[in-house]
C-alpha cells in the first residue's frame, strides 16, 4: 500500500510548546501494517525515526533530520471483565482524555486522576504519566510494542515497563528502540475506592457541595483546578511541567527547611525527600519572568510557555537558566521532564 509522506513537513501543529521546526519527512499511520510498511518504505532508508503521538512533551530546538511517525491508531475495547475488574484496551492513537471519559461514563475507577492530560494514550507508559496522586502503573496491564530492529511484537508487562516517578523501560534503555501500539488497563467496577486525599480534590469537592463523589465527581473536581492552574496549550504554548520534582536526601531538605520553613517537602522513602520544583523555581525568582517571546508561566513556575514566536532554542536556553539559579541557591540538581530534541 502506498502511503503519504510529506516532505520538509512543519511541526509547529505537532508540538504543544507551538515551536517551529521542520522534519525532512512526516507520515501517518494507523494500524500495524501501514508501520510496517513505513519501517520497510525504501525512500525513508537510513532516516532518523521520531514516534509522536500529541507532541505534549517534546521540545524541539532545532530541525528533525529525519522522519516523524505519527501514530494514529484508534480503538477502546473492553477485553475482558469479572465481578470487579475490567481490562479495557486503548490503541496508541487515541487522545488519553478521551480514553478517561469513556472509562468515567462507564463508571471505571482507575484513571479519573489523570482526566485532562494532553497526549495520546501511547504515550502515557512513556513516563508513567501521573497527576493528583495516581500514576498510569497503578492500574496498568500490559501493552503491545512493535521491537523496530527486527519487527516483532512483545508484550510487557507492568513489571517489564520498570515505572518509576516520571520514568519507564521506554524512556531510559528501550527509548527509540520499541513502538508502543496499544496498551490495557485493568480498571475497577463498583466500590471503587476514589483518590480524593491528594492536593485539593477535597476542597474543590466542598466547593460544589458534593459530600458523596462519583467517578464522574473526581473527574469534573480534577478537571476544574487543573483548568485554574495549567496553561491550556491552544492557548499558551507548552508541555506541562518542565522539569521533574527532584529527589533529595533527607539531610539537604532538612536543611534547607531550617531556612525556608515554608518550603513544601514529601517523604519519598529510603531516607529521601521529595521537593516541589515549582516553589524552588517561583523562589529563585522566575515565576512570571518574560523574555521577548517565552517564560516562565505566571500561576505555575515549573511550567515554560511560549508567548508565541519562541524557538525551541530559546526555550532550551531558559530552562538551562532556571537550573543553574536553582543549584546556586538551594543547591538542588533539577532534572528535565520534557524531551529535548
Ligand atoms: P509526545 O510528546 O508525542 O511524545 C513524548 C515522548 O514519547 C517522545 O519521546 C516520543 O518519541 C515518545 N512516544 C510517543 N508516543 C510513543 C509510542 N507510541 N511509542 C513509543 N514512544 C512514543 N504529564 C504528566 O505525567 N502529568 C501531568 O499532569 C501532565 N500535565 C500536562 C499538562 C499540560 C498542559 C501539558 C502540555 C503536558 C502535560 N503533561 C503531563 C505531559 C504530557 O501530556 C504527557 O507526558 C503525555 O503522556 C505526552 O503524550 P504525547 O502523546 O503528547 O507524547
Ligand atoms: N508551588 C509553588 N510555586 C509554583 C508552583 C508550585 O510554590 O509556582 C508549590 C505549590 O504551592 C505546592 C507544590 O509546589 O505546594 C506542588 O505544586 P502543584 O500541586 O501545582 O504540583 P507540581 O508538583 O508543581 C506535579 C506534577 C504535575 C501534576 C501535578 C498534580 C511533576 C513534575 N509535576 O506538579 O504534572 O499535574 O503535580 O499532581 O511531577 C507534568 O508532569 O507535566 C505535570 C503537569
Redesign the pocket.
Known amino acids: 500500500m502506498a502511503m503519504h509522506i510529506i516532505r520538509n513537513a512543519d511541526l509547529h501543529p505537532f508540538?504543544?510548546f507551538g515551536v517551529h521546526a521542520q522534519a525532512d519527512a512526516l507520515a501517518r499511520f494507523s494500524d500495524v501494517d501501514q508501520l510496517r510498511t513505513l519501517l520497510a518504505a525504501p525512500e525513508l532508508a537510513g532516516m532518523p525515526r521520531?514516534?509522536?503521538?500529541?507532541?505534549?512533551?517534546?521540545l524541539f530546538t532545532r530541525n528533525w533530520p529525519g522522519v516523524v511517525l505519527l501514530?494514529e491508531i484508534p480503538g477502546i475495547a473492553m477485553e475482558a471483565e469479572d465481578e470487579h475488574h475490567v481490562l479495557v484496551k486503548a490503541g496508541?492513537g487515541v487522545p488519553?482524555h478521551q480514553f478517561v471519559l469513556h472509562c468515567v461514563d462507564h463508571g471505571w475507577g482507575g484513571v479519573e486522576n489523570?482526566s485532562?492530560?494532553?497526549?495520546?494514550v501511547?504515550?502515557?507508559p512513556?513516563?508513567?504519566?501521573?497527576?493528583y496522586g495516581v500514576e498510569i502503573k497503578d492500574s496498568f496491564h500490559s501493552l503491545e510494542?512493535l521491537r523496530i530492529s527486527d519487527g516483532t511484537m512483545v508484550t510487557f508487562d507492568r513489571e517489564a515497563c520498570h515505572f518509576g516517578y516520571?520514568e519507564s523501560f521506554?524512556?531510559c534503555e528501550g527509548?527509540?528502540r520499541?513502538?508502543?501500539?496499544s496498551v490495557t488497563f485493568k480498571l475497577n467496577k463498583a466500590p471503587h475506592v476514589l483518590n480524593t486525599s491528594y492536593g485539593n480534590i477535597q476542597q474543590e469537592l466542598d466547593r460544589q457541595g458534593i459530600s458523596t463523589p462519583t467517578i464522574k465527581d473526581v473527574s469534573n473536581a480534577v478537571i476544574a483546578i487543573?483548568r485554574s492552574k495549567?496553561?491550556?496549550?491552544a492557548v499558551l504554548g507548552?508541555?506541562?511541567?518542565f522539569f521533574k520534582n527532584p529527589v533529595v536526601p533527607a539531610e539537604l531538605a532538612e536543611r534547607l527547611k531550617e531556612m525556608h520553613p515554608d518550603m513544601p517537602s514529601y517523604p519519598a522513602g529510603d531516607g529521601q525527600v521529595k521537593l516541589a520544583a515549582g516553589w524552588l523555581i517561583e523562589h529563585a525568582g522566575w515565576k512570571g519572568h518574560r523574555a521577548d517571546h517565552h517564560g516562565v508561566h505566571d500561576k505555575q513556575a515549573l511550567?515554560l510557555v511560549n508567548h508565541g514566536g519562541a524557538t525551541g532554542q530559546a526555550i532550551y536556553v531558559l530552562s538551562e537558566q532556571v537550573l543553574r539559579s536553582v543549584h546556586e541557591r538551594f543547591g538542588v540538581e533539577l532534572e528535565r521532564?520534557v524531551?529535548i530534541?
Do not use: Y
Request: proline share 6%; hydrophobic share 45%; net charge positive.
Open positions: 508540538n504543544t521520531l514516534f509522536l503521538g500529541g507532541g505534549s512533551n517534546v501514530n496508541a488519553w489523570l485532562l492530560i494532553p497526549g495520546k501511547g504515550a502515557a512513556m513516563q508513567n504519566i501521573g497527576a510494542a516520571r521506554f524512556k527509548r527509540d520499541f513502538v508502543i501500539l487543573r495549567l496553561p491550556d496549550p507548552n508541555a506541562g511541567s511550567v521532564e524531551n530534541l
